[in-house]
């Protein structure tokens, strides 16, 4: 007859000299002779749950917990157990029973944490790891966790602190590392969360996040190649995140890979033919009608979690005073955004307006974002404010109207307007489509970008501002020492095509197209933008295999704003690209009396250039179609004398022409602001709204 007592001694010696086998088949042994052995069941437990066999442990820990006086290390292994059993509240449940038991069981705390943290609650998964590090400062999964959930709360300095102090008492510990260069990323430190993100790959080289986020980081530094072979691996460790994958083709678009390209497309288009949410920038640069785009943005908000919660106000039946406007933006600074949008915010009318920045990201000082926190009556950072503290902080400032100027990306404050934080909400300028956030009353366009047949696309109501929805900053610096051609490589007597698009716009249609324009002018060479290091061997490839020398194209670092203007004049004339067109870069290149060609296009996102051309009255640089494109760009080139005229007439309009009158843009904007607040006070839903010339 076996001895359950002497099995169970004989197998914690096993256990003790690292022969866990030996230890298990001896315990299963003693559990067999006397199935209410304590001791046995919890170290057979504790045993099957240290190989991650949690399955077969919880039914040996839960026996365990039902002979008293049960431990609160029986409790914490059966808490443990049934958390990786998917068990949350039944975790949760014996977590608190361990407490009970002992209110200093620092793995109690942990444990009750680490539950609270996977059903998101954050600020009490916190409390729970502070009590935790009150008993034992040196606990280091405590420190990573707290670190991880200070990162989920947006709160990345002081994630950084805890993740640091993990990593000095265990620096081999990979999670920690992971949310380190999750920190940095968002400080925008992109080199040092590199540093962190490599250690983390090389300590777990089978976590597909921390493959992810080292192709994220990758891509901002411009390192593409590496971007590329980073995400590849993360799907190959986790092939059914369709996130990843469309990330994977984003890098494609941006390094100007295109062997896949249509294959990509088609994947697109059979997803969101079959209601499958799609990335919303991919929308815009595949060649999408505006019908695919509109059923995308629809599958998206189906997609989408619920709001967590609610800061919906009612309308009021009178409201005095000026209307408060807020802003809410990461890219009010050196940025696209910025360049455009500052004039108009130092223009508001105080008397009638109440303007607050709510600023999303890191400060950069640079002299654009200093101007808008000098012209707004507030300008708040609320970059490391989690997204329910900022739904309750916007409701409770009473704002009339919440705009959105940001592109529909990951860094976008999505459930602020999810949760219809403001009574009414408008999505403008950083995203040329629809639905760049959720629940927006408003969206501002004009008649060329959104056709009034073409809103039915829209979720939102349109409303539309005469002449051009793009603002334009007649403040904006142009160099005054200027590039030479020499200086630039370029040649000095050559006809010098260029597109400052970034890369991602550039696709295979648009390259054809420019490729038999420099076939049909000899000499000439085409100036673009080289975003990253592998962007410009990869153009130059599809250069040649088009019949085009590839030393005709030459490529440009990004500079300082007011450089990149003064460059612009070295051109002879800037070609658009489709289905992403120009926008700010067609401004830049007007406004240095550059012209743009484009042709018209199908969405708002091809539209801008046409619109911005009429608004600067040169509607003759529209094109109606690629055919027309091509041909009229070898006219020009040929034709100097028409050229030139073109350029006078620009010079002539710049000054005059409403595309730069940013005084004049900005009441038509504050006019667009108060017939949305008069409807609402009027308790009217939204509508199209027409603003007049």
Known sequence: MISAELEFRSALESFRRGDHADAERRLRAAAQAEPRHAGVLNLLGALLASQERYREAEPFLRAATKIPPASAATLYNHGLALQNLDRPRDALGAFEKALAKNPRSADAWFGRGSVLQESGKADEAIACFDRALAIDPNYHHALANKGTALLRLRRYSEALLNLEACLRLDPTFAAAHLGKAAALYNHRQYGLALGSAETATSLGPDVAKAWETRANICRELGRL??????????????????????????????????????????????????????????????????AEQFAAAKARAKARPPARRSGARKAAASQPGRIRIAYLSGELRNHATGHLFAGVIERHDR???EITILNAEPRDNSPTQKRVVDAAEAFIDVGQIDDDRLIDFVSKKDFDILVNLDFASERLREPVFLARSAPLQVNYLGSPGTAAASNCDYLIADEIVVPPQEAKWFVEKIVYLPVSYQPNDSKREIAEASTSRREAGLP???????????????????????????????????????????????????????????????????VRSEEHLARNRLADLFLDGWPYGAHTTASDALWVGLPVLT?????????????????????????????????????LAHDPERLRALKAKL????????????????????AAFAAMHARRLANLPPETIHIPA
């Open 225 to 290: 190649d590496e971007a590329i072979d980073s995400i590849g691996k993360a799907i190959s460790l986790d092939p059914a995140n369709r996130e990843w994958r469309e990330a994977l083709v984003d890098m494609r678009l941006r390094a100007c890979q295109w062997s896949n390209y249509q294959s990509d497309l088609a994947e697109l288009r059979a997803a969101i033919r079959a209601g499958v949410a799609v990335s919303p920038s991919l929308c815009l640069t595949f060649p999408f009608s505006a």
């Open 351 to 353: 008397t009638r307006f």
């Open 599 to 635: 042709r018209v296009g199908d969405t708002f996102a091809s539209r801008v250039a046409s619109s911005l051309l009429t608004a600067v009255g040169l509607p003759e640089l529209i094109a109606p179609n690629r055919e027309d494109f091509v041909a009229t760009a070898i006219e």
């Open 492 to 558: 000095e007597a050559a006809f010098v095509f260029c597109s400052f698009n970034t890369n991602f716009k550039f696709n295979p249609d648009t390259f054809e197209a420019w490729s038999r324009i420099l076939l049909a002018c000899p000499g000439s060479v085409l100036w673009l933008l080289q975003d990253n290091a592998i962007v410009a061997g990869n153009l130059k490839k599809e250069a040649a295999a088009r019949g085009v020398d590839p030393s005709r194209l030459i490529f440009a670092k990004r």
């Open 651 to 670: 010079e002539r309009n710049r000054a005059t022409a409403p595309l730069f009158d940013t005084a004049l843009y900005t009441r038509r904007l504050e």
